[in-house]
Structures are given as structure tokens and as C-alpha cells.
């Protein structure tokens, strides 16, 4: 069980917008902690895809974007393309645990 | 351009201590911009923080692992390490090592910058 809880997957068509939730709680996100995003492609290490809520690094396409409100934070991925078909994890600090934590990951689907 | 390498035995026995070691080249693990850490993930499962360290040697460890967990700096070899005591086959995953960004007092940021993994299976 994971402290911030993601959908185990979501699909979508080529072209179309697709949002993946992280639900958090009072010791992690709802306490004000950034939210950061991965993207793991099969067999490869995670890369960083959005870290402080909203931001991206160099090189990732603004076809990614990440927002933060209360308890939860979403992902959103417009113009989706076969090469986003990926898994995908949010991560926080949790304070209760005084420690990093991730969710469980979400499995993207490109149709 | 950072780099970070994992090494170390890739077959641990069941009771025994995984030991790794990740190397950083193209900068240095003295900046006080951030700790280094250690992530793992079980074949077909999610990641997994195990813990975090700066260079001054302080540490931030997962609750469910500290009591196993200790993870070292080397700053003369630009490295750190990381022990995982009394193995159990759950223990099997890839291991990753990655650059962790310091946000803060008691506030832990983004990983960026990762290893590739180095696979640890735990069997006798």
C-alpha cells in the first residue's frame, strides 16, 4: 500500500489528452510538499518529468504538465503520442515518515 | 555531463548483506545543493525509497527499512554506498542510485539525475 495513491493504469488514443491522479494526505502533499513526476520506460530508469508541482526539466516537451491542489496532483499528458505508452510515478516528502515517498505508479496505455 | 554507476554483486544469499556502491563523475558529491540516494524496485513493481544521504554524512532512511539500511559517502572517491543487512528474497530488485535535490530543512526534493540499475537477486 502505497502512502500516495495513483490509478494502476489509463489509456488513451494518439492525439488525446490523459490526466493521472496522486492522492496524497495532511502529511505529505495536503502539508505543502512538492509533488514530482517519473516517467519509466520498459526497462530504463525513471526519468524526471515534472518536478515542484509544475515544472519541467530541459528537454521535456510542454506536452506534459503537472498542477497540485490540496490533498491530490495530476499529471496531464495532451498529444499523446506512442512513445509516452510508459509507467509513471508521482513522489512527495512525507512528514510523518520523514522521508521521500512514492505512489504506486500508473500504467499508460497509447491505443 | 553527471553521471552515477552502480556496482556490485549481483547475487546476494538469503541472511546475508547486499552491499553496492555508486560511483558520480561529472560532479561532485560534496555540493550542498543535494543528497544522494538509494531507490529500488522488485521485478514488475512500483519504486521504492530506501534512503538518502549528504555529504556530511547525515541521513534520511525509509522507516520500514532503517532498522537494515546504512548508507555511506566516500567524498575522497566521489561515491556512496549503501548495506542492506539479513536479506530476504523480497529483497531481490533493481537498485538505483540517484542525485536527490535538498529542498529544504527536513524536506526532501526530486531525484534528478538516475543510474541504470544494477539487479540484485537474493537466492541461495
Known amino acids: 500500500q502505497s502512502v500516495l495513491t495513483q490509478p494502476p493504469s489509463v489509456s488513451g488514443a494518439p492525439g488525446q489528452r490523459v490526466t493521472i491522479s496522486c492522492t496524497g494526505s495532511?502529511?505529505?502533499?495536503?502539508?505543502?510538499?512538492?509533488v514530482h513526476w517519473y516517467q519509466q520506460l520498459s526497462g530504463t530508469a525513471p526519468k524526471l518529468l515534472v518536478y515542484?508541482?509544475?515544472n519541467r526539466p530541459s528537454g521535456v516537451p510542454d506536452r506534459f504538465s503537472g498542477s497540485k491542489s490540496g490533498t491530490s496532483a495530476s499529471l496531464a499528458i495532451t498529444g499523446l503520442q506512442a512513445e509516452d505508452e510508459a509507467d509513471y510515478y508521482c513522489?512527495?516528502?512525507?512528514?510523518?515518515?520523514?522521508?521521500?515517498?512514492f505512489g504506486g505508479g500508473t500504467k499508460l496505455t497509447v491505443l | 555531463q553527471l553521471q552515477l554507476q552502480e556496482s556490485g554483486p549481483g547475487l546476494v544469499k538469503p541472511s546475508e548483506t547486499l552491499s553496492l556502491t555508486c560511483t558520480v563523475s561529472g560532479a561532485s558529491i560534496t555540493t550542498t545543493s543535494f543528497y544522494w540516494g538509494w531507490i529500488r524496485q522488485p521485478p514488475g513493481k512500483g519504486l521504492e525509497w530506501i534512503g538518502s544521504?549528504?555529504?556530511?554524512?547525515?541521513?534520511y532512511y525509509n522507516p520500514s527499512l532503517k532498522s537494515r539500511v546504512t548508507i555511506s559517502v566516500d567524498t575522497s572517491n566521489n561515491q556512496f554506498s549503501l548495506k542492506l543487512s539479513s536479506v530476504p528474497a523480497a529483497d531481490t530488485a533493481v537498485y538505483y542510485c540517484?542525485?536527490?535535490?535538498?529542498?529544504?530543512?527536513?524536506?526532501?526534493?526530486?531525484?534528478?539525475?538516475w543510474g541504470q540499475g544494477t539487479l540484485v537477486t537474493v537466492s541461495s
Open positions: 515542484g508541482n509544475s
Open positions: 544521504i549528504y555529504y556530511n554524512g547525515n541521513t
Open positions: 513522489q512527495s516528502y512525507d512528514s510523518s515518515l520523514s522521508g521521500s515517498v
Open positions: 540517484a542525485r536527490h535535490f535538498r529542498a529544504g530543512y527536513n524536506n526532501l526534493g526530486y531525484f534528478d539525475f
Open positions: 495532511s502529511s505529505n502533499i495536503g502539508a505543502g510538499y512538492d
